[in-house]
C-alpha cells in the first residue's frame, strides 16, 4: 500500500514537473504564433465609445465608421501587404486636437512612461489620443483570399515585413501625434540600455523626424536609469548625446536631467528596499511621526 501510493505521488510529481517544462518551453513559441486578437471588434468599437463618453465626453465621432475604415485597410491584404496609406481614411475620421506644451514621448519607459504620466496628471501621451486609446496592446492581421476576414490563427512578427499591418498603423499615428507638438514636449528615455536614443525606434525615426522647432519651444529630456543600475546612459554620455546633437543641429532648444525626483521617487514605491530609495523613506517616515 505505502508503495502504491508513493508510485502515484512520484507520477503525478513527474506530470507536473513536464507540464512546467513545456510551458517554460513553448510560450515563446506559441506567442509567436498569435494571431488577430479575439473579440477584436467587440474591443475597438466599445474602446471608442469609452473614449467619447468618459474619456473625452466633449469629442464626436462615429466609432462604427471608425471600425468600417479600419477594417477596410486590413482585411483582404496579405498580412505583410498593409501600408500607411491603405490606414488614410480611418486617420481622417478620427481628427484631434492636442494641447500643448502637455505632450510626452518615450522610448523603451513604457511602464514608467505610463506612471509617470498618470502620477503628474500634466501629460498626454499617444496611448491617449482616440487612436491609442482604441488599438493600445492588440494585434491583428487580414487574409489575402477574398471573403476571410481576420486571421486569428497566426499573424506575422513586426520585423519579419516592412509593411506590417500593426507597424503602419502605429507609424502614422506616432508620426500624427509628433507633428501635432507644440510648447514644451518631454521624451523619457532609459539610461540603463545602451543606446537610449535609437534611431530605428519609433521615436528616433518617426517622432523625432515629425516634430517641426517651429512648433516646439523646449524638449525637455529625462533619462532615467533602473534604482540597481546599470548606469549606462545620461545627458552627457552614449546616445543621448548624439540625440541632443540632432536637436541642436535642428534648432531645438532643449533641457537634459538624469535625477527627477518624480521619476525616482516613482521606482522607489515599487522597489522601496532599494538602498537609494532608503534616504528618502526615512525622510518621509520623519515628517509622518512629525504629525502625529
Not at 479575439?38 to 474619456?55: A, E, F, M, Q, W
Not at 493600445?136 to 483570399?145: F, M, S, V, Y
Not at 540603463?192 to 523625432?208: D, H, T, W
Not at 515629425?210 to 545620461?234: C, Q, T, W, Y
Request: net charge neutral; glycine share 4%.
Amino acid at each position: 500500500m505505502t508503495f502504491q501510493k508513493s508510485s502515484s505521488t512520484s507520477s503525478i510529481f513527474h506530470m507536473l514537473i513536464l507540464w512546467f517544462v513545456i510551458v517554460l518551453f513553448c510560450t515563446d513559441g506559441l506567442r509567436a504564433e498569435m494571431g488577430t486578437t479575439p473579440n477584436l471588434k467587440h474591443i475597438v468599437i466599445g474602446r471608442c465609445y469609452s473614449y467619447i463618453t468618459l474619456v473625452c465626453p466633449n469629442s464626436s465621432y462615429d466609432c462604427e465608421e471608425i471600425w468600417r475604415e479600419f477594417e477596410e485597410a486590413v482585411v483582404r491584404k496579405s498580412p505583410c501587404n498593409v501600408k500607411v496609406k491603405d490606414y488614410k481614411r480611418m486617420f481622417h475620421a478620427t481628427p484631434q486636437t492636442l494641447t500643448c506644451g502637455k505632450l510626452l514621448f518615450w522610448s523603451k519607459t513604457r511602464e514608467l512612461m505610463h506612471s509617470y504620466a498618470a502620477v503628474t496628471r500634466r501629460f498626454l501621451t499617444l496611448e491617449d489620443t482616440l487612436v491609442g486609446y482604441m488599438f493600445n496592446d492588440l494585434i491583428w492581421c487580414g487574409q489575402e483570399e477574398k471573403d476571410r476576414g481576420f486571421d486569428f490563427n497566426s499573424c506575422p512578427d513586426w520585423s519579419t515585413c516592412v509593411n506590417h499591418p500593426v507597424y503602419s498603423l502605429w507609424r502614422q499615428a506616432s508620426q500624427n501625434f509628433a507633428a501635432a507638438a507644440c510648447g514644451n514636449i518631454t521624451v523619457l528615455l532609459n539610461g540603463s540600455i545602451e543606446n537610449a536614443f535609437n534611431r530605428k525606434s519609433m521615436f528616433g525615426s518617426v517622432e523625432l523626424d515629425s516634430l517641426n522647432p517651429r512648433m516646439v519651444d523646449h524638449v525637455n529630456i529625462k533619462v532615467v536609469a533602473n534604482l540597481e543600475g546599470p548606469f549606462i546612459e545620461s545627458c552627457t554620455q552614449g546616445s543621448i548625446v548624439d540625440f541632443i546633437k540632432v536637436l541642436q543641429t535642428r534648432g531645438f532648444r532643449w533641457t537634459c536631467t538624469d535625477s527627477d525626483l518624480t521619476l525616482m521617487i516613482l521606482q522607489c514605491i515599487r522597489n522601496p528596499q532599494q538602498l537609494s530609495c532608503l534616504p528618502c523613506a526615512n525622510s518621509l517616515l520623519h515628517r509622518q511621526r512629525l504629525h502625529l
